[in-house]
C-alpha cells in the first residue's frame, strides 16, 4: 500500500475518534447504576483529564520511537475498551483502574494522528494541504459525535444505557484497523532511530 492511502484512512481515524455515545449519560450510570457518591463520581470524571497531563510525555515516546501508527491504533483500542467492561465490574477502585486505562489510550493517540497526518504529507511533498485535511476532518469527527450523543441520550431514555458504553468500541475499533492499515511515513521512521 502507498503512503497517499493514508489520507483517506486519516478521515476514517478522525472521524471514529471517541464517538460519544455515553456522553449524556455517563454521570448518571455512575450514580445510579453504580452507586457511586457525588464525589467519587466527580473524581472519576476529572481523572482522566489529570492523568493526561502526565501521560503525555511517555506516550509521546512511544509514538516517537515505535510507530506513530501503532500508538494511535493503540491508543484506540485503550479508549473504548474499559467502558466495556465497566458494566461488569463493581467497586471504585476496578472503575478507577478501568478510567486510568481510558486516560492512557487517549493519551496514546494525542497528537500521534496529526503527526502521522502530516508526516505522511511531508513524504507526499503536500504540507500545504495539512490545515484543510485537519479541518475537514473535524467536520467528520463533530458530525459523528453529534450522532452519537444524540444516539446515546436516546438509548438512555428507551433503557438501554449499558449500550453507550459498548456501541465506541466497535467503532473505535475501526478507527484502530484504520490506523494500523496506514503506511508509517519516511519521516516518521527517521525520527524512531
Same mark, same amino acid.
Given at each position: ?8 484512512? *486519516? ?9 460519544? *455515545? ?5 454521570? @448518571? ?13 466527580? /473524581?472519576?470524571?476529572?481523572?482522566? !483529564?489529570?492523568?493526561? @497531563?502526565? +501521560? !503525555? ?5 512511544? =509514538?516517537?520511537?515505535?510507530?506513530? #501508527? ?13 467502558? @466495556? *467492561? ?8 476496578? @472503575? ?5 486505562? #481510558?486516560?492512557?489510550? #487517549?493519551?496514546?493517540? $494525542? ?16 504540507? #500545504?494541504?495539512?490545515? =484543510?485535511?485537519?479541518?475537514? $476532518? ?16 436516546? +438509548?438512555?431514555?428507551? &433503557? ?17 484497523? =484504520? =490506523? /494500523?492499515?496506514?503506511? !508509517?511515513?519516511?519521516? &516518521? ?5
Amino acid at each position: 500500500m502507498t503512503i497517499e492511502k493514508n489520507i483517506p484512512l *486519516f478521515y476514517v481515524v478522525r472521524s471514529l475518534f471517541i464517538p460519544a *455515545f455515553w456522553l449524556p449519560v455517563l454521570y @448518571v450510570y455512575l450514580t445510579q447504576y453504580k452507586g457511586f457518591s457525588l464525589t467519587q463520581t466527580m /473524581f472519576l470524571l476529572a481523572l482522566q !483529564e489529570i492523568l493526561l @497531563v502526565f +501521560l !503525555e510525555i511517555p506516550t509521546g515516546v512511544i =509514538a516517537d520511537k515505535i510507530s506513530r #501508527k501503532f500508538s494511535v491504533g493503540l491508543g484506540y483500542i485503550l479508549t473504548s475498551l474499559p467502558f @466495556v *467492561f465497566l458494566p461488569l465490574i463493581d467497586g471504585f477502585l476496578p @472503575v478507577v483502574i478501568l478510567f486510568t486505562i #481510558k486516560a492512557l489510550g #487517549k493519551a496514546l493517540t $494525542s497528537g500521534a494522528d496529526n503527526s502521522l497526518l502530516y508526516d505522511s504529507l511531508v513524504d507526499l511533498g503536500k504540507t #500545504k494541504d495539512y490545515k =484543510a485535511i485537519i479541518n475537514k $476532518s473535524k467536520i467528520f469527527y463533530t458530525l459523528i459525535a453529534a450522532c452519537s450523543i444524540f444516539i446515546g441520550g436516546w +438509548l438512555a431514555a428507551n &433503557s438501554y444505557i449499558e449500550l453507550t458504553l459498548f456501541l465506541p468500541f466497535p467503532l473505535m475499533t475501526i478507527g484502530a484497523l =484504520a =490506523a /494500523f492499515l496506514m503506511v !508509517e511515513p519516511r519521516s &516518521s521512521q527517521e525520527g524512531m532511530r
